[in-house]
């Protein structure tokens, strides 16, 4: 059984093709890794499964559903662990989870119930009334998670969820996720750059580069396949040691502005 | 149905109070927003008051605390509204917008709450005129001019809503302070009487929302206006409307 769909999917933003045709399959109740260099087209991608971009061509079901038809039906068989931080700065966690929970339409007594679970599950409860920034990195991505499978979603997307967090902290959030996939049954839509979180965690691992996937299996399938000893040698043998270039977009220009302002 | 109209009113609900809630944490906000208002009651009031009297118009500070209230009605919505910006590039809007519940009821509850606090704010400018030596001519009239205020608080944060959804960054923000927010403020008669001005700026002042604010304010408050007051409230509530739809519209299009 599939829970995610993709077939022969496009995205171009004016002329640039930034998904290229993309065919792939994920599996109910499994951790997949879609894996690839900067700019390769991932977070593209996941906007487009998760109803926040439209795509030019293809076909995408996610838990029997069309992004482009039913965006209620997919938002709510989604949770979303951002790839930039989306939490309000200016709240506390628990009122975090709470517009969450309200704007998902989950009823208020089933909300708070979950809200406490949820919080304790991620250590967060004790901090439940602090302001958001005032948290961690780690804190946030665990309040992020934590808040992403409130409604209780069927698919959890995570876009590098480990990004600039320590080994500790790192292996603390990959024991949550790893659990909600066990116990919950959450299929798990992951992207990452280390390749020894995928290599443990993910039962599939595909590949996408410029746009196109170059290939898609086990971990032992793709070492085997690129002739390689780890999952990084087969990464780095597959999609070449180019370094590739992100332009700095706007946002990025402001959360470096924003950075400077809160050091003084 | 009623199960669906359940869910966006509670979506709309939850934004609403979480404009709120930032509102009253940030307490140098509030300070720093109420000390505008002040220095033009204290400096234009008592400076400009002797010459407005010897001119024959009456007392200034009379004449000015009704345009006062209005000017920090429509900073705080415009910026309320702009709020969207930093929303966005902080991304806690992505959040908001992946959720199951239609743009149109995250619009109406980011604006209503905008629009609530931009309310409080200009009856806290209300209430400091009055300790300046404001007086208003009847308290009946008084609740007139808090529907003055709401309207006008709506209008202004619908505006900057529609204005948010088109900008990228916070760059463009001096531009629309210095080209549409100041000259809305000072052409709409909070400063000086509107009568006796030349003919071509006359007729400007005519497209200004916020002139049928002020006189409306000032009608309520000081007794005497140009236009009826219900004419002012029907003039605002039609500008609400079309800017409402226009906010919604070009928030609808944002992309996540």
Redesign the interface.
């Known amino acids: 059984m599939n829970i995610i769909e993709v077939k022969n999917l496009v995205k171009k933003f004016g002329d640039f093709t930034a998904v290229d045709g993309i065919s792939f399959n994920v599996a109910k109740e499994k951790i997949f890794a879609f894996l690839g260099p900067n700019g390769a087209g991932k977070t593209t991608s996941i906007?487009i499964l998760?109803?926040?971009?439209k795509r030019n061509g293809g076909e995408v079901l996610v838990d029997g559903q069309d992004p482009a038809k039913d965006?209620?039906?997919v938002?709510?068989s989604?949770g979303?662990v951002?790839q930039?931080?989306?939490?309000?700065?200016?709240?506390t966690a628990w009122?975090n989870m709470?517009?969450?929970g309200?704007?998902?339409?989950v009823p208020k007594k089933l909300r708070r119930e979950r809200i406490e679970q949820l919080l304790k599950y991620v250590e967060l409860w004790d901090r439940k009334g602090d302001f958001v920034k005032n948290f961690s990195g780690g804190m946030k991505r665990r309040l992020e998670i934590a808040r992403g499978i409130l409604h209780h979603p069927k698919v959890l997307f995570l876009d590098e969820p480990t990004l600039g967090l320590d080994p500790q902290t790192r292996n603390h959030i990959w024991g949550y996720i790893k659990n909600l996939n066990e116990t919950e049954g959450i299929t798990v839509f992951f992207t990452t750059h280390y390749m020894d979180e995928a290599e443990r965690m993910a039962s599939r691992i595909t590949i996408i580069d410029h746009g196109k996937i170059i290939i898609s299996g086990s971990v032992q399938e793709l070492k085997d396949k690129a002739g390689a000893a780890s999952l990084e040698d087969a990464f780095l043998a597959l999609t070449g040691k180019i370094i590739r270039e992100e332009g700095a977009d706007?946002?990025d220009?402001?959360?470096q502005a924003?950075k400077m302002w809160r050091r003084h | 149905m009623a199960k669906t109209l359940k869910k966006h009113m509670q979506a709309i609900y939850i934004l609403w109070l979480r404009q709120l809630k930032r509102y009253f944490r940030s307490k140098s906000r509030i300070i720093g927003s109420l000390g505008q208002p002040l220095l033009f009651l204290v400096a234009l009031g008592f400076g400009f008051g002797p010459i407005y009297q010897k001119a024959g118009g009456g007392s200034y500070i009379e004449f000015l605390a009704p345009g006062i209230i209005a000017m920090s009605v429509i900073f705080t919505a415009i910026f309320s509204g702009i709020e969207i910006i930093w929303d966005r590039k902080f991304g806690f809007l992505k959040e908001t917008l992946v959720a199951p519940v239609s743009r149109l009821s995250i619009m109406l509850g980011r604006t209503l709450g905008g629009a609530t606090v931009a309310t409080l704010q200009g009856c806290i400018v209300f209430v400091l005129s009055m300790i300046v030596g404001f007086r208003p001519v009847g308290w009946g009239l008084s609740l007139a001019a808090l529907a003055f205020i709401f309207v006008t608080a709506l209008l202004f944060t619908a505006l900057g809503t529609a204005i948010a959804s088109l900008l990228e960054d916070m760059q463009g923000f001096q531009l629309i302070m210095n080209f549409l927010v100041m000259p809305l403020f000072f052409l709409s008669g909070a400063l000086f009487p509107l009568q006796g001005l030349p003919g071509p700026i006359r007729i400007v002042t005519y497209f200004d929302p916020l002139s049928y604010s002020v006189d409306g304010l000032q009608g309520a408050l000081i007794g005497h206006s140009q236009f009826s007051l219900g004419f002012d409230l029907m003039v605002l509530t039609v500008i609400t409307v079309l800017l409402l739809s226009l906010g919604a519209y070009l928030f609808s299009r944002i992309e996540a």
């Open positions: 906007r998760t109803t926040m971009l965006a209620a039906g938002r709510r989604c979303i951002f930039d931080p989306s939490l309000d700065d200016e709240l009122e709470e517009i969450h309200a704007l998902f339409g706007s946002a220009r402001m959360r924003s």
